[in-house]
């Protein structure tokens, strides 16, 4: 099976991240066409970039590059549990992706972006050239959560209603079909 | 005078960006209108956004927080000087905008960018929706300095040409309009 990589993009104290990151692990697992992995940027670590060579060389210079590298070289698939900083996306994210090249080629990415009455959504827009800049493919099934903190219970669980729960099987499926079908650029 | 800080927005080993932000710091200096600080983001040495409350509620709880917001706060307008990575701006810089809110607001930024071919414009575009959450204003006057490479000396200075000297200028002058203009927001 592909592996699904679910990478909770934010770092900070008191983030929900963790909450949605573990409700959309549950729906991939129950989804079943995934080996599904969750990732937590704040556990990855990386410090600022501090490559001195180009990421398309990958030519690594330091171990956390390395461990980094391997952990989404492995992976097939990605979500993105994202909140939104000022419009757009965290530096965590920013970071972690501007490490890497050819680890992100040629895969694809669902997002599930979290927020007030904007949900997120405009953090997802401003990612998307930069996904487009590494060659992967964004999926357009997204789940889009407004007003979270109504969404998140007192001992800090995600309460999803059924609209995220659809929204999340739609992203999933897609997810599934676009894995497929860019196996054939990555191997060739 | 006002207070203009020329910050750097890259912090990699081997960057060129403290070549351009001394080109940028000769220019203000010799422009007049400003009072000239430049800040290397690499010396400022932020971790990643850690702090538990809202940047707008200005409850910061941590020292390196404290001094970010006071340098800040000292400024009346804003030089950047920055790359593009993958299409977009760098984390570095994105981070250290995310740490604080109100004093960034009502105040003016200049772009100076580099690259390649595209000359980091990439990096300012993705920028703009950003400051408009911030209530600052993106003067469009900009200094582009595309295949940077070439454009920096074997002892490592950048060897501005004509249109970088006139561009410069045209960008100092809109920044000291908007400065003036502004100041009636900061003060009312």
């Known amino acids: 099976m592909p592996k699904l990589q679910i990478i909770i993009a934010s770092t900070r104290p008191g983030r929900v991240g963790p909450a949605i990151g573990t409700w959309v692990a549950e729906q991939a697992a129950a989804h079943g066409g995934f080996e599904v992995e969750l990732v937590d940027l704040a556990e990855v670590n990386l410090p600022m970039f501090d490559e001195p060579s180009h990421p398309r060389l990958g030519n690594y210079s330091h171990d956390h590059t390395v461990r980094w590298a391997a952990a989404v070289a492995a992976a097939d698939a990605f979500v ?12 965590p994210l920013k970071n972690a992706i501007d490490f890497l090249s050819a680890e992100w080629r040629h895969k694809p990415v669902g997002f599930v ?14 990612l998307k050239p930069v996904l487009a800049a590494l060659d992967m493919v964004p999926v357009t099934q997204a789940v889009s959560i407004a007003m979270v903190g109504q ?9 999803p209603d059924a609209a995220m729960d659809t929204a999340a099987k739609l992203m999933l499926d897609e997810l599934a079909r676009w894995t ?8 060739g």
Chains 1, 2 share one sequence.
């Not at 993105?80 to 530096?91: I, K, L, Q």
């Open 80 to 91: 993105f549990v994202m909140p939104e900083y000022n419009h757009s996306f965290t530096a």
């Open 113 to 126: 972006s979290y927020g007030g009455m904007a949900a997120g959504t405009r953090a997802v827009q401003a």
């Open 151 to 159: 969404k998140i219970s007192s001992d800090g669980q995600l309460e």
């Open 180 to 187: 497929t079908a860019l196996a054939a650029l990555r191997t």
